[in-house]
């Protein structure tokens, strides 16, 4: 069975250009065939991930596995990890700067939005190595 | 509604993607902070924001919004506007506040996406 994998380094030095891997996955999606309510719900889990990683992790890689029926998201990072999962899940919670606000996100919402858009979120994490979140979008 | 209606309404100029503008648009949503414009849009197509850099476009992308506003006549950079023109986003600039280009376009039955 085909299996078709992308990977991803994600550059943390710079706001203005994340969210490149998540149009990259995007464009790919649309390549293979995937609905379009399927492609938006990975969309926006993986543009959330990625922006995550930047502002918090200075980076890190993405993979993304396409099989028949499931689409998987690993986005893993060497950042500061997460000291209180149940609490960054929680809509509103944010331990961005103000700098960040400005720009637009560090609403607290990133992490809710990727579960909300996805069938599964697997978070592992460890503070001060950093942190893997596997999301799983069923076809 | 055409991007060309919402332009005459907001009075508003186009930056980029002028090929675009009797493209259709029926629902809109106005925000600055894009994690709630990713988090509550719905089918939205026109976003209208006060918030100037490339993750409103990327936003837009994410959503297969078709039109951005930007309100209270801010320019978006140069760069802003090239990552639109390669993405075919329209980008249109109005003088008026995000209440009233929101209240404009509410006026005429546009909806919310729902």
Not at chain 1, 22 to 45: D, F, M, Y
Not at chain 2, 10 to 26: G, H, K, P
Not at chain 2, 39 to 60: H, K, M, Y
Request: net charge negative.
């Amino acid at each position: 069975m085909d299996v078709f994998r992308l990977h991803f380094d994600i550059d943390g030095g710079s706001f203005a250009s994340a969210g490149n891997a998540s149009v990259e996955v995007k464009k790919t999606l649309r390549q293979l065939g995937v609905s379009n309510a399927v492609i938006r719900r990975c969309s926006i889990a993986m543009y959330e991930g990625e922006i995550n990683m930047v502002i918090h992790a200075d980076g890190g890689t993405a993979d993304v596995e396409v099989y028949p029926d499931r689409i998987v998201m690993v986005l893993e990072d060497h950042g500061p990890g997460i000291p209180d999962v149940e609490l960054a899940m929680k809509e509103g919670y944010s331990t961005a700067t103000e700098q960040i606000h400005n720009m637009g996100f560090g609403a607290g919402m990133g992490l809710p939005n990727m579960k909300r858009s996805s069938d599964d979120l697997k978070i592992e994490t460890k503070v001060g190595v950093g942190t893997k979140i596997t999301m799983v979008v069923r076809l | 509604m055409t991007i060309r209606e919402i332009m005459k309404l907001l009075d508003a100029q186009v930056l980029c993607c002028e090929d675009a503008l009797d493209s259709e648009v029926v629902d809109a949503f106005s925000c600055d902070m894009m994690s709630d414009v990713l988090a509550f849009a719905t089918n939205e197509s026109l976003l209208i924001t006060g918030l100037l850099n490339p993750q409103v476009v990327r936003t837009a992308m994410m959503l297969d919004m078709r039109c951005i506003v930007f309100v209270c006549g801010k320019i978006p950079t140069p760069e802003i506007i090239s990552l639109a023109r390669e993405n075919g986003i329209v980008l249109l600039v109005t003088d008026h506040y995000m209440f009233t280009a929101s209240g404009r376009l509410y006026a005429t039955g546009m909806l919310r996406g729902e």
